[in-house]
């Protein structure tokens, strides 16, 4: 068989790794790709066809949203057939947010589509900007008898190929910005690419890709401390059209046992409005009824969302309430792994 030259696409949405310094105020903003490309002729020797692609106006990933998500989404679709990998240029603020979008907006998805982006601009004498692109389009560009390896959502950052649904930002500084904490890496970059070939999401390829756009945007993230206000709680679950929560609660999945704070959920329960619960921890997993402090939300239709991530949990409910699923069958399907977001 004779091996052919995987086609390469670059989407760049913005972020720091294309980022210049204003002259005049010093603060960081979004330059043109294209001056991203002369920065690295590195890229000219990469065993692959690199084409790109940028939003007309790159943003800052703070100013992130579905719209963009479907963006995105929307450019992996109209270029399937011809690309064999995608990168996806991204500031890393709220790139765990994205990848977790994405990876539930691409059902079937068999083709690479990673992640990346960088704490220093291209610029600057010690960027990691550079490893981290030239690394993911490798990455992206692996193949085994002209097939892609990796076959799923993810975030290159720092030598590690993570499964992006798995990730979070955990350093604002650091060059090692995300962590994978209930999943292992897919690859580790060395002298070698390291692939884990065990941990790799298996997708059902016969089926084609599916590429779903339509996010609620109508919910909220719950964040419980101690001594929160019931009439904070009360407000937002009483906000207009409120169709989901995030509960993010303490360790494994507990929060008050006082009345107030159980009831207030159970009448946002019975109105239809889903809550799901996630731990505040790092790591680990959601597990009701292993305390009295959390044995009440199960009893009343709170749904577990195990050991995700908040922003895989976030975007998963963005995506569900998007398919028009029946109340009976909406917890089941949301405790459900979609991909491999949870174990
Ligand atoms: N604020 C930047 C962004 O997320 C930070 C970065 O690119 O890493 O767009």
């Known amino acids: ?103 539930f907006m691409l059902e079937n998805l068999s083709k690479p589509v990673i ?23 490798q990455i992206a560009a692996l193949q085994h008898y002209n097939k892609p390896v990796i076959k799923e959502v993810g975030l290159y950052f720092e030598y590690k190929l993570y499964r992006g649904n798995r990730t979070t930002k955990v350093n604002a500084e650091h060059f090692e910005a ?43 993230i719950i964040k419980l401390f101690p001594g929160i206000l019931s009439t904070t709680i009360q407000s937002i679950l009483n906000t207009e059209n409120l169709k989901g929560v995030i509960l993010e609660t303490y360790g494994s999945g507990n929060c008050t046992t006082e009345n107030w ?25 959601v597990s009701m009824g292993q305390y009295e402090t959390s044995s009440k939300l199960k009893k009343i239709g709170v749904i577990s969302g195990k050991n995700s991530t908040t922003e895989a949990a976030l975007s998963k409910l963005m995506y569900l309430l998007g398919q028009n699923i029946s109340a009976k069958d909406f917890k089941t399907k949301y405790e459900t792994s979609l991909r491999g977001e949870i174990n």
């Open 115 to 137: 992640f990346t982006g960088s704490q220093l601009p291209i610029g600057d004498l010690r960027t990691d900007a550079k490893e981290n692109l030239i690394t993911s389009i």
């Open 1 to 103: 068989m004779t091996k052919s030259i995987p086609n390469i696409l670059l989407i760049y949405t913005g972020g720091t790794i294309g980022m210049i310094k204003d002259v005049e105020t010093g603060a960081l903003r979004a330059f043109d790709f294209n001056n991203l490309l002369l920065r690295i002729p590195e890229l000219k020797l990469l065993d692959c066809n690199i084409k790109t692609i940028s939003f007309a106006e790159p943003i800052d990933s703070s100013n992130m949203k579905p719209k963009y998500w479907v963006d995105i989404a929307e450019i992996i679709e109209s270029n399937y057939d011809n690309i064999d990998g995608y990168v996806v240029l991204h500031g890393s603020d709220t790139m765990s947010y994205s990848a977790s979008a994405l990876s």
């Open 261 to 285: 704070f159980i009831e207030l959920l159970n009448e946002a329960i019975k109105k239809g409005i889903y809550v799901v619960n996630v731990t505040q921890c790092l790591g680990g997993s």
């Open 178 to 220: 995300f962590s994978s904490p209930n999943y292992p890496d897919l690859v580790e970059s060395g002298v070698h690419l390291k692939v884990n070939y065990d941990s790799l999401y298996k997708p059902n390829l016969r089926q084609s890709l599916i590429v779903h756009k339509h996010l609620e945007k109508d919910i909220a």
